[in-house]
């Protein structure tokens, strides 16, 4: 049972360059979500999904997309980076079967030059 | 608005003392209120998760306390050792009746606790 992974660890991107980071948890649970984390800023919440095929807007969706084609994974897409897109990405998934604890991945250091 | 604070910033303790960190949050129509530890570098673990109808949860030498009424939780840590060190968030999950609503949790920026040797 790995919980949440994520895909990759570290990247460098330069302005304008596209990435796709993916999530997967194996506990089965239906809520993912990607964050963001910056310094001074705390966690922010950027899209979240509560099922396959659906997927919501959360504080800051702006310059990401999300899919989530299978229940297990959760992917989140930069579609032209910028340098305020540099932060280190956090995806967590959560379940009503575990009163919707959230589990969270090792994160993805992301830097755009 | 829900606004999560954690006060203070960052914290330093001699090794053994038992210390209390604190979350504040401004609006009590939470569903629950969970609190993590980050150490530098890593994801959040999670440490404690209250359901908003309890008023405690214990484990190990954690317990956290709930007051909703305040608009406040504690995380007690009792003899603190150098491995506690690390960053603690709590976050509360959000009790509302709109579907955009109801999935999302509100982080506060965290206590940096470091426990000298």
């Known amino acids: 049972n790995a919980g949440v992974t994520q895909t990759p660890k570290f990247r460098v991107l330069k302005t304008g360059q596209s990435m796709t980071l993916l999530c997967a948890q194996d506990?089965?649970?239906?809520?993912m979500y990607w964050y963001r984390q910056d310094p001074g800023m705390g966690l922010r919440l950027i899209h979240y999904s509560v099922g396959e095929g659906t997927t919501a807007k959360g504080e800051v969706p702006d310059g990401y997309n999300v899919s989530r084609l299978k229940k297990q994974n959760f992917l989140l897409g930069l579609e032209s980076a910028a340098p305020s897109q540099t932060s280190v990405y956090f995806c967590?998934?959560?379940?009503?079967?575990?009163?919707?604890?959230?589990?969270f991945g090792p994160g993805t250091r992301l830097t755009v030059t | 608005k829900q606004e999560v604070t954690q006060i203070p910033a960052a914290l330093s303790v001699p090794e053994g003392e038992n210390l209390v960190l604190n979350c504040s949050f401004t609006d009590s129509a939470i569903y629950n209120l969970q609190w993590f530890r980050q150490d530098p570098g890593k994801g959040l673990t999670s440490l404690l998760l209250?359901?908003?109808?309890?008023r405690e949860q214990t484990s190990g030498r954690l317990n956290a306390s709930l007051d909703k009424s305040s608009g406040r939780s504690t995380l007690y840590i009792a003899a603190s050792q150098p491995g506690d060190s690390a960053t603690y968030l709590c976050?509360?999950?959000?009790?509302?009746?709109?579907?955009?609503?109801?999935?999302?949790?509100?982080f506060g920026t965290g206590t940096r606790l470091k426990v000298l040797a």
């Open positions: 976050a509360v999950r959000l009790r509302g009746v709109s579907l955009s609503g109801t999935y999302k949790y509100i």
């Open positions: 209250i359901q908003s109808s309890q």
């Open positions: 506990m089965n649970h239906e809520y």
């Open positions: 967590a998934s959560s379940s009503w079967s575990v009163s919707y604890e959230q589990y």
